[in-house]
């Protein structure tokens, strides 16, 4: 199935490509800004927003995966409602017409008349992007069984603030654009296992002579015997791999993990006492999971119940195809309270959290530990064992 991976990058970029236009002006960004309702909030943040970058992103990829791949037109899901209100209090339904011109009016009704902006968006998201071979190989993989989670701006907080000079901490940031990551995973509708992921970096790198940005993508694909991924075909990162590969199982010297600056106290003091320095914290799930899959950390935990299925399902596929993964925190150490210390549940993408409402349906209520390697994971879970999580 390389087609379909070719098909989540280019979407990725195409995504990439919109979320850098919507960052050009700051005038024109200003008017992109609208706060949540109470429905769609995630409760972590006191306001948290959704803009037209994160609507149309996805609704580019829904189109352009749909448009491709019928038979996954109807199981394509995202973060974000379609619907927005412009300044006349209007309420629009973003979509991708069939048309440039038909999309370009539809804009421009989100941006108050604005056509200049609404043209330049249109143009992006009907721009076409040309790819290389990825270097997949054929991959038989039946359409009608997968399923595909959109997650379009992760770390929407971090793209309103637009911060472009954070400084990285061991080549981690803590915050600013390079946070921001957009994120396409695809999943088994029947087992919910993750199968393929694209992580996009609209903002990786800025230039300091034009102050425009570059991006990069990272690529895995974990189906039955086959498990590859970009960072295995670069050259540059295969040392990397095969270093994250055969770690310590017990933390200490080395030991390393990216955590979210609203974690637990009590989690916080047991990695900080074994890692020392090796603790960071930084923004955004995807971002913090892109830590790991990059093998700059060996962990992301995280254990409250504000990440979700989208966050999750792209980068998991990636560490997955490289020996990791991403398991369920709190049953995880359940399962070493009732003596199966084996068992380590993975998150799984196909089951709505029973009598949840909204957004919450998708939430990983466990937590999650991402890892590169088992001996990672357990050595995480054994320190945690005495946490209340």
């Known amino acids: 199935m390389s087609q379909l991976m070719s098909a989540l990058v280019q979407a990725s970029e195409k995504a990439a490509n919109i979320a850098r236009a919507c960052r050009q002006e700051e005038a024109l960004f200003s008017l992109l800004i609208e706060e949540k309702k109470e429905g769609e909030k995630n409760k972590k943040f006191v306001t948290d927003f959704k803009t037209l970058a994160d609507v149309l992103v996805q609704e580019v990829i829904k189109h352009d995966i749909g448009k491709q791949f019928p038979e996954l037109e109807n199981s394509i899901f995202g973060e974000e409602s379609i619907e927005f209100m412009n300044g006349l209090g209007e309420k629009i339904q973003v979509q991708v017409c069939e048309t440039e011109h038909k999309t370009t009016m539809l804009l421009s009704k989100v941006l108050d008349g604005n056509m200049a902006a609404a043209e330049a968006l249109a143009r992006t998201a009907h721009w076409d992007i040309l790819l290389s071979d990825l270097g997949t190989g054929d991959i038989d993989i039946p359409l009608e069984s997968l ?177 990791g993964g991403m398991a369920d925190l709190k049953e995880c150490l359940r399962m070493r309270r009732d003596g199966k210390p084996e068992e380590r549940p993975e998150l799984v993408y196909n089951l709505p959290v029973q009598e949840a409402s909204g957004s919450d349906k998708w939430a990983n209520k466990g937590g999650l530990v991402a890892y590169r390697s088992q001996s990672h994971l357990d050595a995480v879970l054994k320190l945690l064992s005495g946490v209340t999580v």
Request: hydrophobic residues 35%; contains cysteine; proline residues 5%.
């Open 147 to 323: 399923g595909v989670w959109v997650d379009p701006i992760d770390s929407t907080f971090q793209y309103i603030k637009g911060i472009s000079n954070s400084k990285p901490d061991d080549n981690i940031y803590s915050q600013g654009l390079q946070c921001v990551t957009i994120l396409i995973g695809v999943y088994n509708l029947q087992s919910g296992v993750p199968i393929m992921g694209v992580v996009n970096q609209p903002f990786a790198a800025l230039d300091p002579k034009t102050q425009r940005w570059s991006g990069q993508y990272y690529w895995g694909i974990s189906y039955g015997s086959t498990n590859i991924s970009s960072l295995q075909l670069s050259s540059e990162a295969s040392s990397t791999t095969e270093e994250s590969h055969n770690p310590s199982s017990s933390p200490g010297k080395g030991f390393s993990a990216v955590l979210s600056t609203g974690e637990t106290e009590s989690i916080k003091a047991v990695l900080q006492e074994a890692c020392g320095g090796g603790i960071h914290y930084a923004a955004g799930a995807g971002y913090k999971s892109l830590c790991v899959v990059l093998g700059l950390v060996n962990v992301y935990v995280f254990s409250e119940d504000t990440t979700f299925k989208w966050d999750c399902c792209s980068p998991h596929a990636i560490l997955r195809s490289l020996g």
